[in-house]
């Protein structure tokens, strides 16, 4: 088999699924004479695309699969296949690789995928013998053979009618397949952008999936922290309340302590108003002692001019007396005076005291920020100022 270094390609399709009608063998002699070339005429039809593996076979009839071939030439791919010349081909057997019996044979046009597009009519490699170039003398011969050509020119007519009717079958089914091939490029298309939707949405869930799991692990993260945030809160809590309670009782002691420190501030205030009515009194009878001593010297001084010297004496010793008995008076009042001085000073000092251990009880209620012992510290602060 010349010019072939590989097998074709082939396939174990039956002969009832191949397609016959999409290539079309032209000018097929009745027979080739053994030794010499044969040439192959062949047409593509208007939808038929060859292909580079595709190749011409010469089958015995009867075959079953592309298999069965007995040799085979590659076909000749055209240049322009819009050219009408470009689908007119032909392809050349060599006669060493041609069959050398007479069985019946023919042409067949196989794709690169193993499946027939075209077969032509039998025919033989027989050597030409005299009986097929003598005259027949005879008149039945004659009318055998005329009858029997009338039958060829039918059956001729039939094939061709019905290669005629394949061939527009043919071409309804190309367009049809072209129609169809139409369709599934826009499937097709529609297709990839249905899968790069898909993609794309894939892609934004992925996305939206991965933030979410980080939102997710912040969050657990964030209520671990506030869990532990809630325990420290609550035990800080429960220590206020403790050292709240000790506050409120201490508030309670103090409040019980400035009602004590006002109760003696009343007291000192009753005691130091008794004293200054007392120390008034005191005033008024150093007053009263001092006219007398005044009186007393007038008197004493009347009393000094010149009468009996005896009556003299017992006057001014009377009046020497009088005078001494009130300077003792005034003394004695001055030193209850001197004395009742020094108790209101000592008065003074513990009221000053109390306003201050009154202020600092109404500095530590506003430091607790306590509004109602606040307000009973300040009314005992205002007694003990009044």
Not at 164 to 191: F, H, Y
Not at 244 to 251: A, C, S, W
Not at 304 to 325: G, H, I, Y
């Amino acid at each position: 088999m010349e010019k072939t270094v590989e097998d074709p390609p082939t396939s174990a399709v039956l002969l009832d699924d191949c397609h016959f009608s999409q290539v079309i063998f032209n000018s097929v002699e009745k027979f080739y004479i053994p030794g010499g070339d044969v040439t192959c005429h062949y047409t593509f039809t208007q939808h038929f695309i060859p292909r580079r593996k595709d190749w011409i076979g010469i089958f015995r009839v009867g075959w079953k699969t592309t298999r069965e071939y007995y040799t085979f030439m590659w076909v000749n791919l055209p240049i322009d296949l819009n050219n009408e010349s470009a689908k007119q081909q032909e392809v050349q057997f060599k006669a060493y690789y041609l069959p050398k019996d007479d069985e019946y044979y023919q042409f067949c046009y196989v794709d690169q995928d193993g499946v027939v597009r075209g077969a032509s009519i039998p025919f033989q490699f027989r050597p030409e013998n005299e009986e097929d170039i003598l005259v027949v003398t005879t008149q039945g011969e004659v009318e055998e053979i005329e009858q029997h050509n009338k039958e060829l020119c039918k059956e001729n007519q039939e094939l061709k009618d019905s290669c005629v009717s394949l061939q527009k079958q043919n071409s309804d089914m190309q367009a049809e397949l072209q129609k169809k091939q139409e369709e599934l490029e826009t499937l097709r298309c529609i297709n990839k952008k249905l899968e790069l939707k898909v993609k794309e949405q894939e892609d934004y869930w992925e996305t939206e999936l991965l933030q979410l799991k980080e939102q997710n692990q912040k969050m657990s993260s964030e209520n671990k922290k506030m869990g532990i945030r809630v325990d420290q809160l609550q035990a800080q809590l429960s220590t206020q309340e403790k050292e709240m309670e000790k506050l409120v009782q201490g508030d309670q002691d103090k409040t019980e302590q400035l009602e004590h420190l006002k109760k003696e501030n009343d007291h000192l205030f009753l005691s130091l108003t008794e004293q200054r009515k007392d120390q008034k009194k005191l005033e008024q009878t150093v007053e009263a002692m001092k006219q007398n001593e005044t009186t007393a010297m007038k008197k004493q001084q009347e009393l000094m001019e010149p009468r009996s010297k005896k009556a003299a004496l017992t006057v001014e010793e009377q009046l020497a007396r009088e005078v001494e008995r009130l300077k003792a008076k005034v003394e004695a009042g001055k030193a209850c005076f001197l004395e009742k001085y020094k108790e209101c000073q000592r008065l003074h000092k513990q009221i000053r005291q109390l306003r201050a251990a009154a202020l600092e009880v109404k500095q530590d209620q506003k430091s607790q920020q306590k509004p109602m012992g606040m307000g009973s510290k300040e009314s005992a602060v205002s007694t003990v100022t009044g």
